[in-house]
């Protein structure tokens, strides 16, 4: 079977104020998943919120795109992801991660992650864990100026991560041979103990 590859000119690009009021609604939707999975409210408000939640779903669905729209490159660089499931300012579903690239080419970020990303009762989900480190270190290969996608992606998880309170991730290219990039990194708790290693080969496509 053959996979579709949708080129960047196949998708619809927003304007700065689209992808601004768009991101508005991602957050608030993002509040909403996190009411959803702790409101107490009675039954009745339940129905009643669900249903306000429908009409507002077909208000949107009357008009859609094939596909998750993109925003134009920053400073010479790809074109964003917009719906990218990590840190996609339009997507509900990414957990609040903003990664920024220090001048030594380390990508770092700091967040908090809630109840709605919980694995094991009071800390969050291994499978969380994987996948911010595993675009942590995405960005570490594309800083590094040998962008790939994960090949290999190796993780140890040395104590549990909790959830609500600050945490901090980073992660840097190690090295490079041909077409694969090599980085590691890692997340921490507010006490500085290191949580979760990763390690991660990422392999430039052959065009």
Same mark, same amino acid.
């Given at each position: 079977?053959?996979?579709?590859?949708?080129?960047?000119?196949?998708?619809?690009?927003?304007?700065?104020?689209?992808?601004?009021?768009?991101?508005?609604?991602?957050?608030?939707?993002?509040?909403?998943?996190?009411?959803?999975?702790?409101?107490?409210?009675?039954?009745?408000?339940?129905?009643?919120?669900?249903?306000?939640?429908? !009409?507002?779903?077909?208000?949107?669905? *009357? =008009? $859609?795109? #094939? &596909?998750?729209?993109?925003? +134009?490159?920053?400073? /010479?660089?790809?074109?964003?992801?917009?719906?990218?499931?990590?840190?996609?300012?339009?997507?509900?579903?990414?957990?609040?991660?903003?990664?920024?690239?220090?001048?030594?080419?380390?990508?770092?970020?700091?967040?908090?992650?809630?109840?709605?990303?919980?694995?094991?009762?009071?800390?969050?989900?291994?499978?969380?864990?994987?996948?911010?480190?595993?675009?942590?270190?995405?960005?570490?290969?594309? !800083?590094?100026?040998?962008?790939?996608? *994960? =090949? $290999?992606? #190796? &993780?140890?998880?040395?104590? +549990?991560?909790?959830? /609500?309170?600050?945490?901090?991730?980073?992660?840097?290219?190690?090295?490079?041979?041909?077409?694969?990039?090599?980085?590691?990194?890692?997340?921490?708790?507010?006490?500085?103990?290191?949580?979760?290693?990763?390690?991660?080969?990422?392999?430039?496509?052959?065009?």
């Amino acid at each position: 079977m053959t996979t579709r590859v949708y080129r960047t000119d196949e998708r619809h690009l927003l304007g700065e104020g689209e992808v601004a009021d768009r991101a508005g609604l991602a957050a608030a939707v993002r509040e909403l998943i996190e009411a959803a999975v702790l409101t107490a409210a009675p039954p009745a408000d339940v129905r009643a919120a669900t249903a306000e939640v429908e !009409a507002a779903t077909a208000r949107l669905r *009357t =008009a $859609r795109h #094939d &596909l998750p729209p993109l925003a +134009p490159p920053e400073a /010479g660089g790809m074109a964003r992801q917009l719906a990218n499931p990590v840190g996609g300012a339009l997507n509900p579903i990414a957990p609040p991660v903003a990664i920024a690239v220090l001048p030594d080419g380390t990508a770092r970020a700091e967040f908090t992650l809630s109840a709605v990303h919980e694995g094991p009762p009071s800390f969050v989900h291994g499978g969380v864990s994987a996948m911010i480190l595993d675009q942590l270190l995405g960005v570490a290969a594309l !800083a590094n100026g040998t962008p790939g996608m *994960t =090949a $290999r992606l #190796d &993780l140890r998880y040395r104590r +549990p991560t909790p959830f /609500g309170v600050p945490l901090v991730a980073e992660g840097k290219a190690s090295g490079s041979e041909g077409r694969k990039t090599f980085a590691e990194a890692r997340i921490t708790g507010p006490d500085g103990r290191v949580t979760v290693e990763a390690t991660a080969m990422f392999v430039m496509p052959v065009r």
